[in-house]
């Protein structure tokens, strides 16, 4: 006959096999615990990133529940490659470039010292990393570079520069507006095969896109006919990493004189007539008089 201590310790020992024989059956059957931290590849990045100027373009998809993918590399450059992604929410659909930094570590600022020289951030540590070009200083110039292109963008898109809309700008990624379609997107100005009517219209185009670049406080800082669009009648500008401010950069002036010379020689070799000083002299106007 069992002792009242024993008829106690089987209880308990009852209730704890129970229990266990409870809680691993739970377990076989429970679903799999819920990975909050997982990537959803395809949702879009819209609601987490940087948003260019208000107000937003209509045919801007904005929506928290769009869907996005890449559809490939639409150009690959030393710095950056473009690829084409679509984003889509119901019956919209955007085709958007995104221009992809490569790793910071991995890019070449060979000759980028003209470009940064009035750009400081204040902190004395990462001002001598940038100069000495370590990793931590080259990682952080970078980052200016992605930060200077999408900052031009914002201020030259609002004043009618025909610029790409900048939809976002995410870590090392940019997404433009898409010039041009998914089947053929809007040439280079070097290649775009224009006649001299054409020449003579995209010439009148960019005197008139200068002067509000600079207007705005913007040269371009590399400009030539392989960053200018041909877009069915019209010219789109692109490239804007390198740009500088014409009065406040030590450097502006002469980038800006540099710009002028670039495309005047090349639509002048083309029968453009177009005089370099008047270009020039003009647009030295509108950077001290805006």
Same mark, same amino acid.
């Given at each position: 006959?069992?002792?009242?201590?024993?008829?106690?310790?089987?209880? +308990?020992?009852?209730?704890?096999?129970?229990?266990?024989?409870? &809680?691993?059956?739970?377990?076989?059957?429970?679903?799999?615990?819920?990975?909050?931290?997982?990537?959803? @590849?395809?949702? *879009?990045?819209?609601?987490?990133?940087?948003?260019?100027?208000?107000? *937003?373009?209509?045919?801007?998809?904005?929506?928290?529940?769009?869907?996005? #993918?890449?559809?490939?590399?639409?150009?690959?450059?030393?710095?950056?490659?473009?690829?084409?992604?679509?984003?889509?929410?119901?019956?919209?659909? %955007?085709?958007?470039?995104?221009?992809?930094?490569?790793?910071?570590?991995?890019?070449?600022?060979?000759?980028?010292?003209?470009?940064?020289?009035?750009?400081?951030?204040?902190?004395?540590? @990462?001002?001598?990393?940038?100069?000495?070009?370590?990793?931590? =200083?080259?990682?952080?110039?970078?980052?200016?570079?992605?930060?200077?292109?999408?900052?031009?963008? !914002?201020?030259?898109?609002?004043?009618?520069?025909?610029?790409?809309?900048?939809? &976002?700008?995410?870590? %090392?990624?940019?997404?433009? $507006?898409?010039? =041009?379609?998914?089947?053929?997107?809007?040439?280079?100005?070097?290649?775009? =095969?224009?006649?001299?009517?054409?020449?003579?219209?995209?010439?009148? &185009?960019?005197? $008139?896109?200068?002067?509000?670049?600079?207007? !705005?406080?913007? #040269?371009?800082?590399?400009?030539?006919?392989?960053?200018?669009?041909?877009?069915?009648?019209? +010219?789109? +500008?692109?490239?804007?990493?390198?740009?500088?401010?014409?009065?406040?950069?030590?450097?502006?002036?002469?980038?800006?004189?540099?710009?002028?010379?670039?495309? *005047?020689?090349?639509?002048?070799?083309?029968? #453009?007539? !177009?005089?370099?000083?008047?270009?020039?002299?003009?647009? @030295?106007?509108?950077?001290?008089?805006s």
């Amino acid at each position: 006959m069992p002792t009242r201590d024993e008829k106690r310790r089987a209880v +308990i020992m009852a209730a704890k096999r129970n229990t266990d024989n409870f &809680q691993r059956m739970a377990r076989s059957v429970e679903p799999p615990p819920w990975d909050d931290e997982e990537e959803d @590849l395809e949702a *879009t990045t819209y609601s987490v990133a940087d948003h260019g100027p208000r107000p *937003t373009p209509d045919w801007v998809i904005t929506s928290d529940a769009a869907r996005q #993918v890449d559809l490939g590399i639409l150009k690959s450059g030393k710095e950056a490659d473009v690829h084409l992604v679509e984003r889509r929410h119901g019956a919209g659909v %955007n085709l958007l470039a995104a221009k992809r930094y490569r790793k910071f570590e991995e890019r070449l600022f060979r000759n980028d010292a003209r470009y940064r020289s009035a750009r400081r951030t204040g902190e004395t540590r @990462l001002d001598k990393a940038m100069a000495r070009g370590n990793k931590a =200083g080259m990682a952080f110039r970078a980052r200016l570079w992605l930060a200077t292109e999408f900052d031009a963008l !914002c201020r030259l898109w609002p004043e009618g520069v025909p610029v790409p809309y900048p939809v &976002q700008k995410l870590d %090392n990624e940019l997404m433009l $507006e898409l010039i =041009g379609s998914a089947e053929q997107i809007a040439p280079r100005l070097i290649h775009g =095969g224009l006649d001299r009517r054409e020449l003579d219209r995209a010439w009148t &185009q960019l005197v $008139e896109a200068m002067h509000a670049m600079v207007h !705005c406080g913007v #040269v371009h800082g590399d400009l030539s006919a392989y960053n200018i669009l041909w877009d069915q009648g019209r +010219i789109v +500008i692109i490239d804007f990493p390198q740009s500088v401010d014409p009065i406040a950069h030590p450097e502006g002036i002469s980038l800006l004189e540099r710009d002028v010379t670039n495309v *005047t020689d090349w639509f002048g070799r083309r029968g #453009v007539e !177009c005089d370099p000083s008047d270009l020039f002299n003009s647009l @030295l106007s509108e950077a001290f008089h805006s």
